[in-house]
């Protein structure tokens, strides 16, 4: 009793038991891993995944063996179908020449520059040789460099060598070309003749017979893509290369070597390459600093020594060092909206013009996206833009007789998104952006503003229709809004004219007409009409801006904006006079293909800049990357975030097509026009020359061969080129060269 009221009775205060010891705490949980937010990355590009298009010199001389597909580094891009690679002649190997003959182009540079083989006691320094055979009785073939005579000569039909001196005036530093011109012609589809090697070099050596060893390389495969070369003793391997910023070369392998390296001054000058190496590689391999050339062509050369026992390169690369973020994005479907804008310039509607209007709308867009700065049309024109933007293939893939059509074979972005759940609409201001041309394919609601509506076509009424066919409807959408406002004719609102026209200006309604009597000759444009047409032009763009600001107040008003996807897009350029021309479709240079490309996605894409170049053949494939949709395997685009996450980015090729079979190929700042005639090449370095103004073929040199190289190989596997397998022209990935026996 005395024990209850001492527990629980007034006397408790006094007289209080003895407390219970405190349960032990549980163990405090271990502080959580720290959580990388960024990686870093030192491969930048593989150079043995490049060799498809690397140069094989032995004993000194430059030697192409047209046995091998390899030689097509080496075929002009206009002579493609005149000479068939990889034939066999028995025990020997070379190409067939159909029609009247072929172009090869031929790099004088390195130890072959040709002010380091001035003309010794009368004769050239420099000489060539070609092995050949006719495939008609009697013929005859003339030899031509840079477009200049060599000589005449007839030739049997058994291989024969024959031999030329190159006189110092015809050659030059960096790529040259060598032009057979055969005078019979085979009959009936028949070859005309047949060549095997065409060998390049001192003229003492060319002329003393042909290598002494036979020198070049073979390829061991390992595990999964990776090979290594055996170098044979005697031989060099050139490699043409953008060197990164603060760059190294690292080179693993056994055997002894010498690594040489050099630019377009170098070649011009006379002057040697450098010396980086010279020695066995140890087991540790060696990094060898290119910091110095950060940003330049490079011409890069791994050479065995003669009379050794060879090499084996089992790592040769370019590499840089730097950090990305680690992806750890969303990936879910999500509202998309893509505005499409034909006839939209990034340098008006991205750019600041001094005295031009503002664009309020695209101004604050661009400060909340994701902009690409240097993004290119795939077209000058708008349906072949739409198919490759919605298909992932290129033009060449779409065209028929009939113009632009789409295969119902091909999978466009809304069928994508139309299997994974999404209400697809599309509403355009073209008239061909119709079923007809297979361009609706996977869309829920197609509205065309041309087709006797009765409701204005203008960006707005465009816009205006998209958000009401979705109203009411529940995520996940899809919008494609097919904007034409900025193609001519250039007809504004008055208040966004800019002030009154010039005397004898064109009406704004008639611009099409007198643009179209300007580009024949027929009317001349004096500067005041030109700026009068231009003003027009940017008050139509005032229409899409304000287009633009009635779409983020609606997606903002319903709360939706920063949870979906916004894409603008320019479709293609227009001219204005600045390489002669007006309207579109008529050229590939810059005016005509440099287009806007902002992404607003804050859920996945931070606010900045890519100043890569890239084309609208990887928008798609990009999109579908961002919402979690594996795309199909007919797209052949690749994702860009990779190159969206990489502060530099490897090297890519971008392309761009017209109807008459010319192209332009993007790759750096230097850009190639090929034209569909023999000589119709241009090359610009767009960082010194944005206009376009200087043509840098004759002396393009490494950034020639670069560029040309590079779309040789995506056009001999035109139709079939696949990105995310084999990369671009410009960065072979490993799987190319495996897939084509090289």
Same mark, same amino acid.
Request: proline share 9%; with cysteine.
């Given at each position: 009793?005395?024990?209850?009221?001492?527990?629980?009775?007034?006397?408790?205060?006094?007289?209080?038991?003895?407390?219970?010891?405190?349960?032990?705490?549980?163990?405090?949980?271990?502080?959580?891993?720290?959580?990388?937010?960024?990686?870093?990355?030192?491969?930048?590009?593989?150079?043995?995944?490049?060799?498809?298009?690397?140069?094989?010199?032995?004993?000194? %001389?430059?030697?192409?063996?047209?046995?091998?597909?390899?030689?097509?580094?080496?075929?002009?891009?206009?002579?493609?179908?005149?000479?068939?690679?990889?034939?066999?002649? $028995?025990?020997?190997?070379?190409?067939?020449?159909?029609?009247?003959?072929?172009?090869?182009?031929?790099?004088?540079?390195?130890?072959?520059?040709?002010?380091?083989?001035?003309?010794?006691?009368?004769?050239?320094?420099?000489?060539?040789?070609?092995?050949?055979?006719?495939?008609?009785?009697?013929?005859?073939?003339?030899?031509?460099?840079?477009?200049?005579?060599?000589?005449?000569?007839?030739?049997?039909?058994?291989?024969?060598?024959?031999?030329?001196?190159?006189?110092?005036?015809?050659?030059?530093?960096?790529?040259?070309?060598?032009?057979?011109?055969?005078?019979?012609?085979?009959?009936?589809?028949?070859?005309?003749?047949?060549?095997?090697?065409?060998?390049?070099?001192?003229? !003492?050596?060319?002329?003393?017979?042909?290598?002494?060893?036979?020198?070049?390389?073979?390829?061991?495969? $390992? &595990?999964?893509?990776?090979?290594?070369?055996?170098?044979?003793?005697?031989?060099?391997?050139?490699?043409?290369?953008? !060197?990164? %910023?603060?760059?190294?070369?690292?080179?693993?392998?056994?055997?002894?070597?010498?690594?040489?390296?050099?630019?377009?001054?170098?070649?011009?000058?006379?002057?040697?390459?450098?010396?980086?190496?010279?020695?066995?590689?140890?087991?540790?391999?060696?990094?060898?600093?290119?910091?110095?050339?950060?940003?330049?062509?490079?011409?890069?050369?791994?050479?065995?020594?003669?009379?050794?026992?060879?090499?084996?390169?089992?790592?040769?690369?370019?590499?840089?060092?730097?950090?990305?973020?680690?992806?750890?994005?969303?990936?879910?479907?999500?509202?998309?909206?893509?505005?499409?804008?034909?006839?939209?310039?990034?340098?008006?509607?991205?750019?600041?013009?001094?005295?031009?209007?503002?664009?309020?709308?695209?101004?604050?867009?661009?400060?909340?996206?994701?902009?690409?700065?240097?993004?290119?049309?795939?077209?000058?024109?708008?349906?072949?833009?739409?198919?490759?933007?919605?298909?992932?293939?290129?033009?060449?893939?779409?065209?028929?007789?009939?113009?632009?059509?789409? !295969?119902?074979?091909?999978?466009?972005?809304?069928?994508?998104?139309?299997?994974?759940?999404?209400?697809?609409?599309?509403?355009?201001?073209?008239?061909?952006?119709?079923?007809?041309?297979?361009?609706?394919?996977?869309?829920?609601?197609? %509205?065309?503003?041309?087709?006797?509506?009765?409701?204005?076509?203008?960006?707005?009424?465009?816009?205006?229709?998209?958000?009401?066919?979705?109203?009411? %409807?529940?995520?996940?959408?899809?919008?494609?809004? &097919?904007?034409?406002?900025?193609?001519?004719?250039?007809?504004?609102?008055?208040?966004?004219?800019?002030?009154?026209?010039?005397?004898?200006?064109?009406?704004?309604?008639?611009?099409?007409?007198?643009? $179209?009597?300007?580009?024949?000759?027929?009317?001349?444009?004096?500067?005041?009409?030109?700026?009068?047409?231009?003003?027009?032009?940017?008050?139509?763009?005032?229409?899409?801006?304000?287009?633009?600001?009635?779409?983020?107040?609606?997606?903002?008003?319903?709360?939706?904006?920063?949870?979906?996807?916004?894409?603008?897009?320019?479709?293609?350029?227009?001219?204005?006079?600045?390489?002669?021309?007006?309207?579109?479709?008529?050229?590939?240079?810059?005016?005509?293909?440099?287009?806007?490309?902002?992404?607003?996605?804050?859920?996945?894409?931070?606010?900045?800049?890519?100043?890569?170049?890239?084309?609208?053949?990887?928008?798609?494939?990009?999109?579908?990357?961002?919402?979690?949709?594996?795309?199909?395997?007919?797209?052949?685009?690749?994702?860009?975030?990779?190159?969206? &996450?990489?502060?530099?980015?490897?090297?890519?090729?971008?392309?761009?097509?017209?109807?008459?079979?010319?192209?332009?190929?993007?790759?750096?700042?230097?850009?190639?026009?090929?034209?569909?005639?023999?000589?119709?090449?241009?090359?610009?370095?767009?960082?010194?020359?944005?206009?376009?103004?200087?043509?840098?073929?004759?002396?393009?040199?490494?950034?020639?061969?670069?560029?040309?190289?590079?779309?040789?190989?995506?056009?001999?596997?035109?139709?079939?080129?696949?990105?995310?397998?084999?990369?671009?022209?410009?960065?072979?990935?490993?799987?190319?060269?495996?897939?084509?026996?090289?």
């Amino acid at each position: 009793m005395f024990l209850l009221t001492c527990l629980f009775g007034p006397g408790c205060e006094a007289i209080k038991p003895e407390a219970a010891p405190a349960p032990a705490s549980a163990p405090r949980p271990a502080a959580p891993a720290p959580v990388a937010r960024i990686v870093t990355a030192d491969l930048w590009q593989d150079l043995i995944a490049q060799r498809p298009g690397a140069l094989t010199l032995v004993d000194g %001389r430059l030697v192409v063996e047209l046995g091998r597909v390899q030689a097509r580094a080496n075929l002009d891009l206009g002579t493609g179908a005149a000479i068939r690679l990889g034939e066999e002649f $028995g025990e020997e190997r070379g190409a067939l020449v159909f029609g009247a003959g072929g172009t090869l182009t031929l790099p004088l540079d390195g130890e072959l520059a040709p002010k380091l083989h001035p003309d010794s006691d009368g004769q050239p320094g420099l000489a060539m040789a070609v092995t050949l055979r006719a495939m008609v009785p009697g013929q005859a073939v003339t030899a031509l460099w840079n477009e200049q005579p060599l000589a005449h000569l007839s030739i049997g039909e058994e291989w024969e060598r024959r031999t030329f001196s190159l006189p110092a005036a015809l050659v030059r530093a960096g790529e040259n070309r060598l032009r057979l011109h055969f005078s019979r012609l085979g009959r009936g589809g028949q070859p005309s003749a047949a060549i095997g090697r065409v060998e390049v070099g001192p003229r !003492a050596a060319i002329v003393a017979g042909p290598a002494t060893q036979p020198g070049g390389y073979r390829v061991h495969a $390992g &595990d999964g893509d990776e090979v290594s070369l055996d170098l044979a003793q005697g031989t060099s391997l050139v490699f043409y290369a953008l !060197a990164p %910023r603060r760059g190294r070369l690292r080179v693993e392998g056994r055997g002894e070597v010498a690594v040489l390296v050099s630019t377009d001054a170098e070649h011009r000058e006379g002057r040697p390459p450098a010396l980086l190496l010279d020695g066995a590689l140890g087991p540790a391999g060696r990094d060898l600093d290119l910091s110095g050339y950060g940003g330049q062509p490079l011409r890069i050369e791994v050479r065995t020594p003669a009379g050794g026992e060879g090499a084996t390169l089992r790592v040769l690369q370019l590499v840089a060092g730097r950090s990305r973020p680690v992806d750890r994005r969303e990936r879910k479907p999500r509202d998309l909206i893509v505005v499409a804008v034909e006839g939209a310039r990034a340098d008006d509607l991205l750019g600041v013009l001094l005295g031009g209007p503002r664009f309020p709308a695209v101004e604050r867009l661009a400060a909340e996206s994701l902009v690409f700065e240097r993004a290119y049309a795939v077209s000058p024109w708008a349906v072949p833009t739409h198919a490759a933007l919605l298909s992932s293939v290129p033009p060449p893939g779409h065209a028929t007789v009939r113009g632009t059509f789409v !295969a119902d074979g091909q999978v466009l972005l809304p069928e994508l998104l139309d299997r994974a759940g999404y209400y697809g609409v599309a509403v355009a201001a073209n008239a061909d952006f119709n079923a007809e041309r297979g361009l609706v394919q996977g869309l829920d609601h197609v %509205r065309n503003l041309t087709q006797g509506t009765g409701a204005g076509k203008d960006a707005r009424s465009v816009v205006r229709a998209a958000l009401e066919a979705i109203t009411g %409807r529940p995520a996940p959408r899809f919008v494609y809004a &097919d904007v034409t406002d900025p193609q001519a004719p250039y007809d504004p609102p008055r208040e966004h004219v800019g002030g009154p026209p010039p005397p004898d200006a064109p009406l704004p309604h008639l611009t099409h007409l007198w643009l $179209g009597r300007v580009r024949a000759g027929r009317v001349v444009a004096e500067p005041a009409q030109r700026d009068y047409v231009r003003r027009l032009y940017r008050g139509e763009l005032q229409v899409v801006d304000a287009a633009l600001a009635d779409l983020l107040a609606a997606l903002e008003e319903q709360g939706g904006l920063d949870e979906a996807a916004l894409v603008l897009v320019g479709l293609h350029g227009e001219e204005f006079f600045e390489h002669g021309g007006a309207l579109h479709g008529f050229s590939l240079h810059e005016e005509s293909l440099r287009v806007p490309l902002v992404i607003r996605a804050p859920a996945l894409l931070a606010p900045g800049r890519v100043t890569a170049p890239v084309d609208l053949l990887d928008l798609a494939p990009t999109l579908a990357d961002l919402l979690g949709l594996p795309f199909p395997p007919q797209w052949q685009g690749d994702s860009l975030v990779p190159l969206i &996450d990489d502060p530099q980015p490897p090297p890519r090729l971008v392309t761009a097509y017209l109807g008459d079979g010319a192209r332009a190929a993007v790759l750096g700042d230097y850009k190639l026009i090929v034209g569909s005639g023999r000589d119709a090449q241009r090359l610009y370095d767009l960082a010194a020359d944005p206009g376009e103004t200087r043509d840098l073929e004759d002396d393009g040199g490494i950034a020639l061969r670069l560029t040309r190289t590079a779309l040789a190989w995506e056009m001999a596997a035109e139709g079939r080129w696949k990105r995310s397998r084999w990369g671009t022209g410009a960065d072979l990935q490993p799987a190319f060269a495996l897939d084509h026996g090289m």
